[in-house]
């Protein structure tokens, strides 16, 4: 079994900075990409941000220049340093990874429990 859990949600004002984590944990062989997805209310999930193992990334154009994603390949986390959040940043954050593992053997996308980031104006 793998598993994703996150951290670093929370409430701030617009302007303003969050940093979120995310650990992979379990009978991990190895990790191809990991990213950052995010889902507002009413809306449909989408990729915030994306890095593969050796550090190639990819950014929605609606964060690009604010947003950072990073990576330990060591530890197995993610991570997704968030600065000049907007309003509309506002959605529940969750962590995705492309595990290759060890029993079962197989490759598999595993996600997170998700986080709540809010952004108020």
């Known amino acids: 079994q793998v598993q994703l859990v996150e951290s670093g949600g929370g409430l701030v004002q617009a302007g303003g900075s969050l940093r979120l984590s995310c650990a992979a944990s379990g009978s991990i062989s190895s990790i191809n990409a990991m990213g950052w997805y995010r889902q507002a209310p009413g809306k449909q999930r989408e990729l915030v941000a994306a890095?593969?193992?050796?550090?190639?990334?990819n950014y929605a154009d609606s964060v690009k220049g604010r947003f950072t994603i990073s990576r330990d390949n060591a530890k197995n986390t993610v991570s997704l340093q968030m600065n000049s959040l907007k309003p509309e940043d506002t959605a529940v954050y969750y962590c995705n990874a492309a595990v290759i593992s060890i029993i079962p053997v197989r490759v598999a996308d595993y996600w997170g429990q998700g986080t709540q980031v809010t952004v108020s104006s």
């Open positions: 890095i593969t193992s050796a550090g190639s990334t």
